[in-house]
C-alpha cells in the first residue's frame, strides 16, 4: 500500500512544460490532432509542436470566442482540436459557446487552461481564475481534469486524445514539485489517485495542492496522525467509489484546493459523501474571492491554500467526528 | 481649449520632456518589480502624455465629479504607462509605485480601482470599447459634455466584443466617443500581420461607421491635432489610428518582440537610460 515515504520528487517543472510535452507526443501518434491558440503560443509551450507539425497550427490571434466555434468545426471535419490560452479565457470569456458549441453537441474538443489558479504571479485578478472548475464541471458530458504536476499533465494531455469527448484540461504556470511516475503509468481517466494510506483523515486534493496535502500529511504524521492522501485530478467524472471508501474508513475529510470553494472540488466529494455516507468535511480553497499580484508561495499563504493550513483543517476535522 | 480647466496648457516641447521622463519612470519601475509590458507601456507613452496633460478633463480634484472625462484602458496590460501618468497628475504619490506587482499592493499588473484615477479594471483584452460605449451612451443620456476614450491594442481587435461596440457606438450616433489604436503591428507571438490580419484598418472601421484619422502616435504634434478636432465628424463615433513603434524610446527595445513583456537587466537599463537622457538634452536644446 503507497506510503508517505515512497513519494519522491524527481525535480521542479511547470506543470504547463507537461501539456508542451504531451500535445508533441499526441499530435506524433495522432494525425488527427489540431492546435490552437489567441496569440499564446509561447505561454502553453507549443513550440515543438509548431515546428513539427505547422499545417496542423491554427493560430486564430486574440478572439478565444471564436477559437471556440472553430474547434467545434474542426471536430466536424474529424479532426481532434486542442484550443490553448489561460483558464480565465479558456473558460469564462468564451463560456456561451463551450455550452452552445461545444457541450450541448458533445463534440470532441480538449479546452486546454494555463495560468489557473492564484500561483500565475504577477498578472493579479483579472488572469487568476478560481471559479473554473465549477463552470466546466457544470456543463452534462464535460471531463475536467486537474493534473498535480507535470509528469500527469503530460499523461493527462496524451491520454484525452484517445477519450471521446469535450475535456477541460486546467494546469498552472509555477515550477512545482514533480513526482507522479514519468512514464504516466499511474494516471488513470476517472480514477483517484491513492497516494498514502492512513486512517484519521482522508485528504482529497487537486492540481498544485496536491503537493501541499502531501507536506501537510507530512506534519500530521510526525504528530502521529495517518492522514489519507488522495489526487482527485479527475473531478469529473468523479471516483465517487474512492471517496466512500476512505471516508467510510477515515471517518472525516479536507478537501484543498487552488480554486474557490463554492464550485470546486470540495462540492463535488461533499455531494457524494452526503448521498453516502455524511462525515465531517473542511474544505481548503479560496472564500469567494478575487485574486492579486505576488509569488506564488505568498499568494497561498495569504489566501490559506498552503499546506499548514490542511494540517489545521485535518484537526478541525478529526475533532469534529 | 479643450481641457477647460487648465489654463496652462504645455507647449510641445514640455509635452515631449514628459514623454522622456515617463518612459524612463516606466522602465524604472519595471526594473524594480521584476515584470511588466515594457514594449506595450513605451509605445502608448505618448498618447497617454497627450491625453492627460493635453486632453482630458480629469484631475485628482474632479475625479468624483459626474462631469469629468472618462478614460478606460482597453489594453489594461500595459499598466505601467497609465500609473506613471496617474502619479504624474497627482492621483496617488509617487513612490507608492516601488510596490508595483508586489505582494499586497493595490499596484498589481493590471489596472483596478483600487487605485485613484482608474474608472475601471481591465487586464481581459477587448472589454474597453464595449463598458465605453455604455458611458458614452450614458452621457448622452444625461445631456452631458464629459467625453469617453479608451486606449486598445492592434493585436486586441479581432476579438469579436470589439465590433460588436463598434456596431453600437455608430448605431448610437456616440461623437462623444474616442478609440485610440495603439497600432505598433506586433503582439505576443509575432507581427500582428501574422497573427491575425486586420488590415486594412481605416477601411472597417470607416465600414463600421466611424470617423477615422490616422497619426504617428509618437509624434506629439500629430496627437495634439488629432484630439483637438474631436468629433472627427459630428454624429460619429471617432477612431485615431495611431501608428507607433513597439518599445519606443529605446534603440534596442524597439520593434522587438521580446520585449513585450521583457525585463531590463540592470545593464539594459543603464543603456536605456542614457539614450533616454540624450534624447532629453537634446530636446532642451530646442526652441519651444
Ligand atoms: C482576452 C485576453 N486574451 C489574451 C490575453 C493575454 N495577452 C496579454 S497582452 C496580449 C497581446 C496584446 O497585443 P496588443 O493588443 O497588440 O498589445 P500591445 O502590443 O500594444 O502590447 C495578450 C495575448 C489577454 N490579456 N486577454
Redesign the pocket.
Known amino acids: 500500500m503507497p506510503q508517505l515515504s515512497d513519494i519522491v520528487v524527481q525535480n521542479e517543472k511547470e506543470t504547463r512544460g507537461g501539456f508542451g510535452e504531451g500535445i508533441y507526443e499526441a499530435g506524433k501518434r495522432n494525425p488527427k490532432v489540431v492546435a490552437l491558440t489567441?496569440?499564446?503560443a509561447g505561454s502553453l509551450k507549443l513550440g515543438p509542436f509548431i515546428k513539427d507539425f505547422p499545417e496542423r497550427f491554427v493560430q486564430v490571434g486574440?478572439a478565444?470566442a471564436n477559437m471556440m466555434g472553430i474547434a467545434a468545426g474542426l471536430t466536424i471535419g474529424g479532426y481532434i482540436p486542442y484550443t490553448t490560452?489561460?483558464a480565465n479565457?479558456s473558460t469564462g470569456?468564451v463560456y456561451d459557446q463551450i455550452r452552445q458549441s461545444i457541450a450541448y453537441s458533445h463534440k470532441n474538443v480538449k479546452i486546454c487552461a494555463s495560468h489557473a489558479g492564484l500561483t500565475l504571479g504577477e498578472d493579479g485578478a483579472?488572469?487568476q481564475i478560481l471559479e473554473d472548475i465549477g463552470l466546466m464541471k457544470m456543463l452534462p458530458g464535460m471531463t475536467v481534469i486537474v493534473p498535480c504536476d507535470f509528469n500527469q499533465t503530460k499523461a493527462a494531455t496524451m491520454a484525452i486524445a484517445d477519450y471521446e469527448g469535450p475535456v477541460y484540461l486546467r494546469f498552472g504556470r509555477p515550477k512545482w514539485p514533480n513526482f507522479t511516475a514519468e512514464d504516466g503509468s499511474d494516471f488513470v481517466i476517472g480514477k483517484a489517485q491513492l497516494l498514502a494510506e492512513g486512517t484519521d483523515v482522508s485528504i482529497f486534493a487537486c492540481g498544485h495542492l496536491v503537493w501541499k496535502a502531501i507536506e501537510a500529511a507530512r506534519t500530521l504524521q510526525a504528530e502521529g496522525i495517518a492522514a489519507e492522501v488522495i489526487n482527485i485530478h479527475t473531478i469529473k467524472p468523479l471516483d465517487s467509489e474512492a471517496i466512500i471508501a476512505s471516508i467510510s474508513k477515515t471517518g472525516c475529510a479536507v478537501t484543498a484546493e487552488e480554486h474557490n470553494v463554492l464550485g470546486g472540488l470540495g462540492d463535488s466529494v461533499a455531494q457524494v459523501a452526503a448521498r453516502n455516507k455524511p462525515v465531517p468535511i473542511e474544505f481548503v480553497g479560496t472564500n469567494d474571492t478575487f485574486g492579486e499580484s505576488g509569488k506564488p508561495a505568498d499568494l497561498l499563504k495569504k489566501y490559506g491554500l498552503d499546506a499548514p493550513n490542511i494540517v489545521a483543517a485535518a484537526k478541525k476535522a478529526i475533532a469534529r467526528k | 481649449m479643450v481641457n477647460g480647466s487648465n489654463a496652462f496648457k504645455m507647449t510641445s516641447k514640455e509635452l515631449k520632456l514628459k514623454s522622456v521622463e515617463y518612459r524612463k519612470k516606466i522602465l524604472k519601475y519595471i526594473l524594480q518589480a521584476k515584470a511588466g509590458?515594457t514594449?506595450?507601456s513605451l509605445?502608448?507613452t505618448d498618447i497617454l502624455n497627450v491625453l492627460y496633460n493635453d486632453v482630458l478633463n480629469v484631475s485628482p480634484e474632479n475625479f468624483a465629479s459626474p462631469d469629468r472625462d472618462r478614460y478606460v484602458q482597453s489594453?489594461?496590460?500595459?499598466v505601467e504607462a497609465l500609473f506613471v501618468v496617474l502619479a504624474d497628475q497627482g492621483f496617488f504619490p509617487e513612490e507608492e509605485l516601488n510596490t508595483l506587482c508586489k505582494y499586497q499592493s493595490h499596484y498589481i499588473g493590471h489596472p483596478t480601482r483600487k487605485v485613484k484615477g482608474v474608472e475601471q479594471n481591465t487586464?481581459?483584452?477587448?472589454h474597453g470599447l464595449p463598458i465605453c460605449v455604455g458611458t458614452a451612451i450614458a452621457a448622452k443620456l444625461d445631456n452631458k459634455a464629459y467625453r469617453v476614450f479608451t486606449l486598445?491594442?492592434?493585436?486586441?481587435l479581432p476579438?469579436g466584443s470589439n465590433w460588436e461596440a463598434a456596431l453600437s457606438a455608430a448605431h448610437y450616433k456616440l461623437d462623444n466617443l474616442c478609440a485610440i489604436i495603439?497600432k505598433?503591428s506586433?503582439?505576443?507571438t509575432a507581427a500582428?500581420s501574422d497573427v491575425m490580419n486586420t488590415d486594412p484598418l481605416d477601411e472597417k472601421w470607416k465600414a463600421f461607421g466611424w470617423a477615422v484619422k490616422e497619426v504617428n502616435g509618437n509624434d506629439i504634434e500629430e496627437l495634439r491635432t488629432a484630439f483637438n478636432s474631436l468629433p472627427f465628424e459630428k454624429g460619429k463615433p471617432s477612431v485615431i489610428i495611431a501608428h507607433t513603434t513597439?518599445g519606443k524610446g529605446v534603440s534596442f527595445m524597439e520593434n522587438e518582440l521580446k520585449w513585450?513583456h521583457g525585463v531590463p537587466s540592470k545593464e539594459q537599463y543603464e543603456q536605456a537610460m542614457e539614450e533616454l537622457d540624450a534624447e532629453r538634452i537634446n530636446l532642451e536644446r530646442l526652441s519651444n
Open positions: 489567441a496569440d499564446l486574440i478565444e490560452t489561460f479565457f470569456r483579472t488572469h | 509590458h514594449g506595450g509605445s502608448a489594453k489594461g496590460h500595459c487586464g481581459a483584452l477587448g486598445m491594442g492592434d493585436g486586441e476579438e495603439d505598433n506586433l503582439q505576443i500582428t513597439k513585450h
